[in-house]
């Protein structure tokens, strides 16, 4: 059975960090490019940051380029987001999807990151 399960996420203020973890079972890790998505309420689910199977590629969203840094370690199974000077305009639920090179994808359930004083 696979699955990803992201933590991490929490209530912080603006200007400050979270790392958000999402550990994957029942799959080869070490295949799957792994992405960060987010969900605001009332919009869509957009994407955050990506990262391929080796690490070696990162893509990120023009909006958290500079303040995210999304990166893995294939021997824990696990890809992370670090998050810096984190703006009121970042809260969201936070979700992790793994996507196989045939295009099987996996997401998690979600954390919820709340910026705000």
């Known amino acids: 059975q696979v699955q990803l399960v992201e933590s991490g996420g929490g209530l912080v203020q603006p200007g400050g960090t979270l790392r958000l973890s999402c550990e994957a079972s029942?799959?080869?890790?070490?295949?799957?490019?792994m992405s960060w998505y987010r969900q605001a309420p009332g919009l869509e689910r957009e994407l955050v940051a990506t990262i391929s199977n080796t690490g070696g590629s990162t893509t990120y969203a023009d909006s958290v380029k500079g303040r995210f840094t999304i990166s893995r370690d294939n021997a824990k199974n696990t890809v992370y987001l670090q998050m810096n000077s984190l703006k009121p305009e970042d809260t969201a639920v936070y979700y992790c999807?793994?996507?196989?090179?045939?295009?099987?994808?996996?997401w998690g359930q979600g954390t919820q990151v709340t910026v705000s004083s």
């Open positions: 029942g799959l080869p890790f070490n295949i799957y490019a």
């Open positions: 999807k793994g996507s196989s090179p045939i295009k099987q994808t996996y």
